[in-house]
């Protein structure tokens, strides 16, 4: 879903491109840093910090992403409403099954609606698919080390139960929540926004059906063939150890079944046409005419009247 909406939004909207030059292997490096330590972040700071950081993370994400379409008044006054909802419902109506409906529905909203602006700034700023691929691959080995080794992601998904602005989307059903972080979002519309980009139409295919693959069926049926621990009965399922190895050959045959057009040969040169019996200067064509001839001269005409003195040198 946030992929697909990921790429309505790059046919719509043109984000104004950022000065931060061109995209290249340390961009991801840092990014990967930047995911490791914000987890942290998130664990030590008070409740009341936290939800601070994020409505200041989530307003300036969509701000930039829709002052372009709904102007600066507008999208602050949508801003502050989404925002202001999800506090009110998650501080006062999670008491009920449909608080937590209410409360799901608001905040995967406002995540989705960030994913893809996040995504196509990214995107359109010069990150490309290689970019995307390196950054999941990455996260193939960090999501299982830190969901299964060191629990920081089961602790961190624990932080954030009923918390105002989760950093993910999700539902409740039978008073069990199911839920899919934000990073693991972007990834994804990453990945499909990129793809679609640099091969077009079968780009996004292979890349949405890589993401419906090993991002969506695969966190849903794989409890079912293994058991996960996690906090207060819950478990998590690192998606981007399957995702990152998808990404990864879904890169390799969209790179290597590319056909290039090829410049035909010989192109924007000079072609020699066969000269005529009795002439006995050749014919030219292209580059090589003599600019004179426009005039309704050749040159051989011009050389004759300056041997003759009819004109000038």
């Not at 996960?228 to 399922?237: K, S």
């Not at 003599?290 to 000038?312: M, N, Q, V």
Request: charged share 10%.
């Amino acid at each position: 879903m946030t992929a697909a909406a990921t790429l309505l939004y790059h046919r719509r909207i043109r984000l104004p491109r950022p000065a931060i030059g061109v995209f290249n292997g340390r961009d991801v490096v840092v990014l990967l840093v930047f995911i490791t330590l914000l987890p942290l972040l998130y664990l030590a700071v008070p409740s009341l910090v936290l939800t601070g950081f994020l409505c200041l993370t989530f307003g300036s994400a969509l701000s930039i992403g829709y002052q372009p379409v709904l102007g600066s008044r507008t999208s602050w006054l949508i801003i502050a409403g989404l925002l202001g909802a999800d506090t009110a419902i998650a501080t006062t109506s999670l008491h009920s099954e449909g608080g937590w409906q209410a409360y799901w529905a608001v905040n995967s909203l406002i995540v989705v609606l960030a994913a893809a602006a996040i995504a196509n700034l990214d995107i359109q700023g010069g990150m490309r698919l290689r970019h995307v691929t390196w950054f999941a691959v990455g996260l193939a080995v960090y999501d299982p080390i830190f969901s299964m080794v060191i629990p920081i992601t089961d602790k961190l998904a624990a932080r954030f139960v009923a918390h105002p602005l989760d950093a993910s989307i999700g539902y409740r059903l039978n008073g069990l929540s199911v839920n899919l972080g934000i990073g693991d979002l972007l990834v994804f519309s990453l990945f499909a926004l990129a793809a679609t980009r640099e091969h077009g139409r079968r780009g996004a295919a292979a890349a949405l059906t890589a993401i419906a693959s090993f991002a969506a069926l695969t966190p849903v049926l794989l409890p079912a063939f293994l058991h996960f621990g996690g906090t207060d009965g819950g478990f998590v399922i690192p998606a981007q150890a399957f995702f990152g190895p998808a990404a990864a050959l879904t890169y390799l045959w969209l790179t290597r079944t590319t056909v290039t057009p090829q410049a035909e040969p010989n192109a924007g040169q000079a072609r020699q046409l066969p000269r005529p019996r009795g002439q006995a200067a050749p014919v030219l064509s292209g580059e090589n005419i003599d600019p004179e001839a426009g005039r309704g001269r050749t040159p051989a005409s011009t050389g004759s009247r300056r041997a003759l003195g009819g004109t000038r040198p």
